[in-house]
């Protein structure tokens, strides 16, 4: 995974379990941290455990996947069927 800034490969520093952290276990599992050896920007993705991805069809998931769609659309000119 290249730097969002600069392009340079970034380095893995580390992952954290959310699993048993209550603000966070029923959303993600897994934090990642990232960081860039060039310009020292950081990232961290937040990985979605399995039962939360499958969940992800519910009525106000769906209506929030059409809402980016629709400005995707937007931006293409596009409109939505
Ligand atoms: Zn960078």
Same mark, same amino acid.
């Given at each position: 995974?290249?730097?969002?800034?600069?392009?340079?490969?970034?380095?893995?520093?580390?992952?954290?379990?959310?699993?048993?952290?209550?603000?966070?276990?029923?959303?993600?599992?897994? /934090?990642? #941290? &990232?960081?860039?050896?060039?310009?020292?920007? =950081?990232?961290? *993705?937040?990985?979605?455990?399995?039962?939360?991805?499958?969940?992800?069809?519910?009525?106000?998931?769906?209506?929030? /996947?059409? #809402? &980016?769609?629709?400005?995707?659309?937007?931006? =293409?000119?596009? *409109?939505?069927?």
């Amino acid at each position: 995974m290249n730097c969002y800034y600069c392009g340079t490969e970034l380095i893995h520093t580390g992952d954290t379990r959310l699993d048993n952290d209550d603000e966070y276990r029923d959303i993600y599992d897994m /934090v990642t #941290f &990232l960081k860039c050896p060039r310009c020292a920007a =950081t990232v961290e *993705t937040y990985r979605r455990p399995i039962h939360v991805i499958s969940k992800l069809h519910t009525a106000r998931e769906k209506m929030l /996947v059409n #809402f &980016l769609l629709a400005v995707v659309l937007w931006g =293409t000119g596009s *409109t939505v069927e």
